[in-house]
């Protein structure tokens, strides 16, 4: 079933919609740890989950055996991450037509971050340049199996933040307006990138829909689990971290325990935000 139905189902019901996105693990133990875990997880009952595909394709075979154990031995709803980095458009179909055969009908389509030692994404040949043309290639190959996902950022993406740390009112207008067309072209969900600033989040979806984006954009909620992985993350994605959020995890960012309950208190804190705005739909 799409991820899409799932949620204009429970807008009918009134009901709210989560779901939780999992890395594949470097090592065949980690990978047994991440099904434990799942299935633990997966009694809470949430609308789907979604598994990431490593930079540069690095994870493609496991994140293709994990999206299958997935939906259909854990038989949770699965929505697998797909990258255009490395990938030809063989490959692409390739994991397409698999994940196909194994039932699943969700995918989120991502341009995909440089693999690892390159600073920028470069175009491979006879591969796509960015999360568009996947959409399109999906759309005009697929018809409408695939339920299509898309990023949204509500800084704007990282690569066009600068160093100052805020994209300029013309950029982040830019990056609006290429969101509007990954939507036109056929996605029919928006999950966004990882947010600290749930004011800025909200800002975000009214200026998607004054552009008249009317599909669900569903916020990407990464709970802090430890300060230094809070740290790597967050530099990584250029993210705006409000001031109060610093000044308590100063106080505390040697205290791993604490930095975790803090983590889950804020999380939980941004979720009633979002939730009393109207927004019932939540990605963690």
């Given at each position: ?6 949620i204009?189902e ?7 919609v989560f779901?939780?996105?999992f890395f594949p693990p470097?090592?065949?133990d ?7 875990r ?7 009952n949430?609308s789907f989950?979604?598994?990431t595909w490593g930079?540069g394709?690095s ?10 154990r997935m939906q259909?031995?854990?038989c949770v709803?699965?929505?697998?991450h797909?990258?255009?980095?490395n990938?030809?458009v063989?490959k692409?179909d390739?994991?397409l ?8 009908q969700n995918v ?6 440089p ?5 920028k994404?470069v ?17 005009a190959?697929?018809g ?5 996902t ?6 704007a ?8 740390g ?12 290429y969101?509007k067309?990954?939507v ?8 966004t990138q ?11 979806v009214s ?7 009317t599909?669900?954009i569903?916020?990407?909620?990464m709970p802090?689990?430890?300060?230094k992985?809070?740290?790597r993350?967050?530099?990584f994605?250029?993210?705006?971290i409000p001031a ?19 983590g889950i ?10 939730m009393?705005?109207g927004?019932?739909t939540?990605?963690l």
């Amino acid at each position: 079933m799409k991820v899409i139905e799932k949620i204009q189902e429970s807008v009918k019901d009134d009901r709210v919609v989560f779901s939780f996105e999992f890395f594949p693990p470097k090592t065949e133990d980690g990978v047994d740890n991440l099904f434990e875990r799942m299935e633990r997880m997966v009694s809470h009952n949430p609308s789907f989950c979604d598994i990431t595909w490593g930079a540069g394709g690095s994870t493609a075979d496991l994140t293709l055996e994990i999206s299958n154990r997935m939906q259909n031995m854990v038989c949770v709803e699965t929505m697998m991450h797909l990258t255009c980095t490395n990938m030809p458009v063989e490959k692409i179909d390739n994991a397409l037509e698999t994940i196909k055969s194994n039932g699943i009908q969700n995918v989120l389509a991502l341009r995909g971050d440089p693999p690892h030692g390159q600073d920028k994404f470069v175009q491979v040949e006879g591969g796509f340049a960015c999360a568009l043309d996947l959409v399109k290639h999906m759309r005009a190959k697929y018809g409408d199996y695939f339920g299509i996902t898309v990023a949204g950022y509500p800084e704007a993406h990282p690569d066009v933040i600068p160093a100052t740390g805020l994209a300029t009112l013309e950029t982040y207008e830019n990056e609006l307006a290429y969101l509007k067309q990954k939507v036109d072209a056929g996605a029919d969900l928006i999950v966004t990138q990882l947010f600290y600033d749930t004011d800025n989040f909200l800002k975000f979806v009214s200026d998607c829909r004054q552009i008249g984006i009317t599909c669900p954009i569903v916020p990407g909620i990464m709970p802090i689990n430890n300060y230094k992985g809070f740290l790597r993350m967050t530099g990584f994605c250029k993210t705006r971290i409000p001031a109060e959020i610093t000044a308590a995890l100063e106080l505390i960012k040697d205290n791993e325990e604490a930095v975790k309950a803090y983590g889950i208190h804020l999380g939980t804190e941004m979720c009633k935000k979002i939730m009393a705005s109207g927004i019932k739909t939540l990605h963690l």
